[in-house]
């Protein structure tokens, strides 16, 4: 009944992302051939439909790769794919920790080389057309390799703590790993920026002494403490623009993308930070932090039951070792098969993150002045090329930020 339940889910998902994306693509185009009224004064009729032909690139895209990933999950549950590797690696390596850790590495090499051309075209083909990308291929490949790199040094203690619980830790072992999987990304998101996030990027204190004049103003009228500002060489790779905080306490930075500063107006910039300073203010990262920990529990616990059930693997088109460890191949099995049947939540998960948004932007409006949080965004939304017009089903399911005319709408009511 197990393989049956899959089958139905996964046959759901595709063809409800499939079916998501044709709306998008349908929906960008028929608007394509006029800026909506709102925007009739501030963008462009040639960047409205620039940023119409580079959302259905996108999407088009993003189906081919919603196939490529059906096909290659079904190869290694239903096809026996998992199960060969399983047996190979076992009968090379042991069953012991290494064995298993190579399990689930080359699960994680084999869908990273599927993925691998998608990025290629996204990065080097469409980002390019549209005149966005500015990395070259040299620095891909040093990012990969530098991103595989953390990966391992990073992931393999952890990979080999969470199954040695399994093996020792008894049957509440799910417990023990719970605590250890939220130390763990406490302590990435504390040397994030002081140690992985240099080894990609160059950070420069904020060196406009009027703007940072301005910045720290407004950090001071929200109670807000931060160790620093920063600019981050983010043109080096692209024209897109962002800001983001990371650390924790008082260690927290905040930094800028070269290409934002280059683009805003101080005043602009200011109200950009005052939304993300919203998110704070309005406890919204302890909130998904709360959540997301929440749900890792209870998805471990879940972990825990079926990793002992037979059924789990045979159902999957793997079969379990008679003697020996499985704790690896539940592992990775359970990862594989768990975005399947969490797909149809997505949509909850948009609207609270979309709710969100909309109280960093409230928060932002009475701390500055609206029009320039509206004005920024305008520019982003010219400079990223994002379409005006998406499709309503398709922004419930996908979209974190509401779309551009509900945002204005809003702030408009707070001017």
């Known amino acids: 009944m197990f393989t049956y339940l899959f089958v139905i889910f996964l046959l759901a998902m595709v063809m409800t992302k499939l079916w998501l994306a044709a709306r998008q693509v349908r929906h960008v185009v028929a608007h394509r051939a006029a800026v909506p009224e709102r925007f009739a004064d501030t963008i462009t009729l040639t960047d409205h439909q620039r940023a119409a032909d580079y959302t259905v690139a996108r999407t088009r895209l993003g189906m081919a790769e919603i196939f490529a990933q059906a096909v290659l999950l079904v190869a290694f549950t239903l096809l026996g794919g ?15 920790y290494v ?148 650390g924790f306490g008082r260690a927290k930075r905040i930094v800028f993308f070269d290409t934002l500063i280059e683009r805003l107006s101080p005043a602009e910039i200011e109200a950009v930070l005052a939304h993300e300073l919203g998110h704070f203010k309005r406890r919204h990262i302890t909130q998904r932090l709360i959540t997301a920990f929440a749900l890792s529990l209870a998805f471990l616990a879940l972990l825990g039951w079926l990793a002992g059930r037979t059924w789990f693997y045979t159902e999957l ?15 990775v099995l359970f990862f594989l098969v768990l975005p399947v049947f969490g797909f149809f939540a997505s949509p909850l998960n948009s609207l609270t993150s979309r709710k969100h948004e909309f109280e960093a932007d409230a928060f932002a409006a009475s701390q500055t002045q609206a029009s320039d949080l509206i004005n920024a965004l305008v520019k982003l939304y010219q400079d990223n090329a994002s379409t005006l017009t998406p499709d309503p089903v398709y922004t419930a399911f996908y979209y974190s930020h509401p779309p551009a005319s509900q945002r204005i709408d809003r702030l408009l009511g707070h001017a």
């Not at 998992?82 to 390596?93: A, D, K, P, V, Y």
């Not at 966005?132 to 291929?137: E, T």
Request: hydrophobic share 55%; with cysteine.
């Open 99 to 246: 064995g298993q850790i190579a399990l689930i590495a080359a699960v994680l090499l084999i869908s990273g080389i599927v993925d691998l051309p998608f990025t290629y075209v996204r990065q080097f083909v469409i980002e390019q057309r549209f005149g966005f990308n500015h990395m070259s291929l040299g620095l891909f490949i040093a990012d990969l390799l530098k991103g595989t790199a953390i990966g391992i040094v990073l992931g393999l203690p952890l990979l080999f703590v969470v199954l040695w619980l399994m093996e020792r830790a008894g049957p509440l072992w799910w417990i023990y790993t719970w605590i250890v999987w939220v130390a763990f990304n406490l302590f990435v998101q504390f040397i994030f920026p002081h140690v992985i996030a240099p080894m990609f990027n160059k950070f420069e204190p904020l060196s406009d002494a009027s703007l940072a004049q301005r910045i720290e103003g407004l950090m001071q009228r929200c109670g807000f403490a931060a160790r620093g500002l920063f600019v981050m060489d983010g043109s080096k790779r692209s024209a897109h623009g962002n800001a983001y905080f990371s």
């Open 82 to 96: 998992l199960n060969l590797l399983h047996i190979g690696i076992s009968e090379w390596l042991g069953e012991g």
């Open 317 to 331: 088109g793997v079969m379990p070792l008679m003697t020996g460890s499985n704790n690896g191949l539940a592992l």
